[in-house]
């Protein structure tokens, strides 16, 4: 009982300064929301959920301060793609470094401008809900709270082009909460992109419907600040034959926790989620997957991938639990990382719960150094050791890198990887 | 070319002397061999010469026309023209063929002041010389040495030397695992590199690849120095008597 008063006690420091928007269509989820909320109180050390990943610094009161990182020469990722452009800086919609939001095939509208009625409020905050069990995820509930800014997107046809939300990040005591509401209607195609260090701290929620034979892909980057914070939460509700497929590169950030929370409720879908997370020194990187097959003849991927350096924290807990009934499930699930140096940790809980008696589960973790005889290998052929080691590194990157629709968008996040290479090389 | 000196050689990790001073002189153009009983040190001196880690050495020198092997980093041994094909070629998951060889010679190249080849020339000239040692597109695209064949591994083994162009080849048991085709294969692959400016050191057990690769000079190595050296008859010597008669003759 301490415990839970404690998490009750945080949760009020912490919302102590925040207003529940009490007016349009959001507000009386939002309520529901603050109820939940109030139940579960904030996460803490010892929960087992976050038994590899500290949530203090997430849900103190004050956010702990990040100064913005400042580009030089070098273009931000995705500048080259052909894109409609949504710009939050600190958080808040920025409407001229934006695209006009009209699309063919797609509606977009703002959180914050959204008015008394409107589809999302069948959506928003409902994948959310379904998300707290079987294991309580509060900062996403207060996400659902509190957030006053985000978009609405609705895919009716194929995207004429992706979506990509920007997020800016000036102030070095920027605190956001951003939520996003995703409908890809029967049918629909829509790609996401996502880029940017958004705040000092961030908490951005992503729930993504995706109706029969929907397709729905995201590409996110997570920026170049050193000191920023992020806590992100994507919920995922699949119908039949449905497509979902999402990769995440993240560099730098002194810590990061992305969750992938997955439904498929109708046959025949496919949901493919996979990250690649390169640390150097006080790095700590934390991707949290529960999948839940309830339908016939899904696949469900997970591929992370993490390079680790100078005593970088790495941390992944995956989950596929299969109900009776889901059958000629295909679930597939890797963590590996590479550890450059014995300072740096990997720390790993797969898991596999499985109700239905004819499926294919496999999870597979590991963790390790450099294969010396590879790095010899490479140098006895004249590769100097600095460029066999980062050929080797993109090597061991290439299975989650695979994971990417579309060769310039990979061939995108390729480039920022060999950049992240070169300027850690040595160090 | 190669003038090894009174090379000593030791495990970094244990007190163990593998190499007890060998000496070994090859001119331009020539093919040595060397042969000798397992645990002799022959596949250490390989090792050695192209600077893998794991081994100190104690005494002795190393230099390639001139040029002192031993305090080079393996890469600045390569750019140097040394070149080892390796007993076992090392698997690397997640590296294409053709990237590897590419991304070697091209590295090679930058070393030596030289410009990179441009995709369409280096596709050229690899076409060419894959096509001569049977090794089609699909071995190319596929991460290097994955899935390959012991045959499989030894051709691509002499592929990237025919790319690189070494002047002083070492080639580490070539012939294990190979069947009576493949070592055909890749004698006729390392006999249309031999060259007046290129020399080779053939390291191996049995006599049988030497009538493929015919050497002038035969060198018996036991206990970590050349006991004996001479012509091509001296490996027919070894094939009907074994190592036993000549051993016993040296000490």
Redesign the interface.
């Known amino acids: 009982m301490a415990q839970l008063q404690a998490k009750q006690d945080a949760l009020s420091a912490r919302i102590a300064g925040l207003d529940l928007p009490k007016s349009g269509w959001s507000a009386p989820l939002r309520a529901e929301a603050l109820t939940r909320l109030s139940a579960m109180g904030l996460p803490g050390k010892r929960d087992e959920y976050w038994r590899y990943t500290d949530p203090t610094s997430l849900t103190v009161a004050e956010a702990p301060a990040a100064a913005p990182f400042t580009y030089s020469d070098e273009k931000m990722v995705f500048t080259d793609i052909d894109r409609l452009r949504i710009v939050f800086v600190d958080g808040v919609f920025d409407a001229a470094q934006s695209d006009d939001l009209a699309l063919a095939g797609v509606e977009i509208s703002l959180l914050a401008e959204a008015g008394d009625i409107h589809w999302a409020s069948d959506l928003y905050g409902v994948l959310e809900a379904r998300g707290q069990t079987p294991v309580q995820r509060p900062l996403a509930t207060l996400n659902t709270a509190f957030a006053t800014q985000g978009v609405l997107i609705r895919a009716t046809g194929k995207a004429a082009k992706p979506v990509s939300l920007i997020y800016l990040h000036k102030s070095e005591a920027s605190d956001v909460i951003l939520h996003h509401c995703i409908k890809v209607e029967a049918g629909a195609e829509l790609t996401v992109l996502e880029n940017g260090p958004a705040a000092a701290r961030f908490n951005k929620v992503m729930e993504v419907e995706i109706a029969e034979g929907g397709r729905f892909h995201h590409i996110r980057t997570q920026g170049r600040d050193h000191e920023r914070r992020a806590a992100t939460h994507i919920f995922a509700r699949l119908a039949a034959n449905a497509l979902f497929k999402s990769f995440t590169l993240t560099a730098n950030g002194r810590l990061t926790r992305n969750e992938a929370i997955i439904e498929f409720t109708g046959d025949d879908a496919v949901a493919h989620v996979a990250g690649a997370a390169v640390g150097d020194r006080d790095f700590h990187h934390d991707d949290t997957v529960f999948i839940t097959h309830d339908a016939e003849r899904c696949e469900s991927r997970q591929v992370f991938k993490k390079v680790l350096k100078n005593g970088a924290v790495g941390v992944f807990q995956g989950k596929i639990l299969v109900k009776a009934g889901a059958q000629k499930t295909d679930g597939y699930q890797i963590s590996q990382s590479l550890l450059l140096d014995d300072d740096s940790q990997f720390l790993a809980k797969p898991e596999l719960e499985i109700y239905a008696d004819d499926v294919v589960c496999s999870h597979g973790s590991t963790s390790g150094a450099i294969?010396?005889?590879?790095l010899?290998?490479?140098?006895?052929?004249?590769?100097?050791?600095r460029?066999?080691q980062s050929?080797?590194v993109?090597?061991?990157l290439?299975?989650a890198i695979a994971e990417i629709e579309g060769e310039t968008l990979a061939e995108d996040i390729r480039v920022r990887m060999e950049n992240w290479l070169t300027r850690h090389e040595g160090k | 070319m190669l003038e090894i000196k009174n090379l000593h050689v030791k495990l970094e990790e244990e007190d163990k002397v593998i190499l007890k001073g060998v000496d070994l002189k090859i001119g331009a153009g020539e093919v040595h061999a060397i042969m000798g009983p397992n645990g002799s040190g022959k596949s250490t001196l390989s090792y050695v010469l192209s600077g893998k880690a794991g081994y100190e050495v104690t005494d002795g020198s190393a230099a390639l026309e001139g040029e002192e092997l031993l305090e080079m980093e393996p890469e600045e041994r390569a750019a140097a023209g040394l070149f080892l094909a390796f007993q076992y070629p090392v698997e690397i998951p997640g590296v294409g063929n053709m990237t590897f060889l590419r991304t070697a010679v091209n590295a090679q190249r930058k070393a030596r002041g030289e410009e990179e080849l441009s995709a369409g020339d280096f596709l050229k000239v690899v076409r060419e010389k894959a096509k001569a040692l049977k090794i089609d597109a699909d071995m190319m695209k596929r991460p290097v040495n994955v899935g390959f064949s012991g045959g499989e591994k030894k051709r691509n083994e002499i592929l990237q030397m025919a790319m690189l162009e070494p002047k002083m080849c070492i080639l580490d048991e070539t012939d294990s695992g190979l069947d009576v085709d493949a070592m055909k294969l890749v004698s006729e692959g390392v006999n249309a590199l031999r060259d007046a400016g290129r020399s080779f050191l053939v390291i191996t057990h049995y006599q049988r690849l030497l009538d493929h690769i015919k050497p002038d000079v035969v060198h018996i190595m036991a206990d970590g120095r050349i006991v004996k050296t001479g012509g091509p008859e001296l490996a027919l010597e070894v094939e009907q008597n074994g190592y036993a008669d000549i051993l016993a003759e040296v000490v």
């Open positions: 294969d010396e005889a590879a010899f290998y490479l140098r006895s052929r004249g590769v100097p050791e460029a066999a050929l080797l993109l090597a061991f290439a299975e």
